[in-house]
């Protein structure tokens, strides 16, 4: 069984820019979350979409946006690139969840930096 | 708000040794609660969950952990460590009744002597 697949593994910006970030879930899995890995933050839950929605959302600016198309994949996009974005940003699928037992797993990340 | 707390940063063990993880969190209710192992330059991987019944739960690897109410507490434990074992460790916690906005610890740092 393939895993959770992100893409591109590197991404290197400049301040402004803007970044678009790939992930593919695990065959069967409906939902998507992102957490950013920033050095010093820790892991932190940026966004949870599933079938097709934005069903939660952490604590980041709305520069943080994405989406998630028909085949359950999803994309991160990444407004106005600043310095402090600079992070391995992690994306994980699961079943859908509700009170299942239904563990999140993670893919191998796609690692932000910003020049 | 649910929040977890790991006060070890780094812990050093010799291999063949026996580990444990600490994990504290708090949330109102039963959490659903994870650990996690994350390699350099790789993803997290699952060592085990609980959600309800038996308090002590095996996981992969040999890794097993006890889920104490009483103490809000998750630890993790192994009873011989291997060099591979050698990684950053992360307990989560998770709302009960679904296991979205998983709530990370800061991690330990698992080095490995021989």
């Known amino acids: 069984e393939a895993g959770v697949t992100q893409s591109p593994t590197h991404l290197i910006k400049t301040r402004g820019q803007q970044a678009t970030l790939r992930c593919s879930p695990i065959?069967?899995?409906?939902?998507v979350y992102w957490y950013q890995q920033a050095l010093g933050l820790g892991l932190q839950f940026l966004l949870w979409y599933d079938e097709g929605e934005e069903r939660n959302r952490g604590n980041f600016p709305p520069r943080f946006s994405g989406r998630q198309f028909p085949n359950y994949s999803s994309e991160l996009n990444v407004n106005a690139l600043e310095l402090e974005d600079s992070a391995l940003y992690l994306c994980?699928?699961?079943?859908?969840?509700?009170?299942?037992?239904?563990?999140?797993?993670f893919g191998d990340g796609t690692r932000l930096s910003i020049l | 708000a649910q929040s977890v707390t790991q006060p070890d940063i780094h812990i050093t063990v010799s291999e063949g040794a026996s580990l444990e993880l600490r994990c504290n969190y708090s949330y109102g209710a039963t959490p659903y609660l994870f650990w996690y192992v994350q390699s350099p330059g790789q993803g997290l991987q699952l060592l085990l969950k609980y959600f309800s019944g038996d308090t002590l739960v095996q996981g992969i690897k040999g890794f097993e952990a006890e889920f104490k109410r009483s103490q809000s507490s998750f630890n993790l434990r192994k009873p011989s460590v291997h060099w591979s074992d050698a990684a950053e460790y992360f307990c989560a916690v998770a709302q009960t009744g679904t296991a979205s906005k998983l709530t990370f610890g800061t991690g330990t740092r698992l080095q490995v002597t021989l």
């Open positions: 994980a699928s699961s079943f859908r969840t509700a009170g299942a037992d239904q563990p999140q797993h």
């Open positions: 065959s069967g899995h409906t939902s």
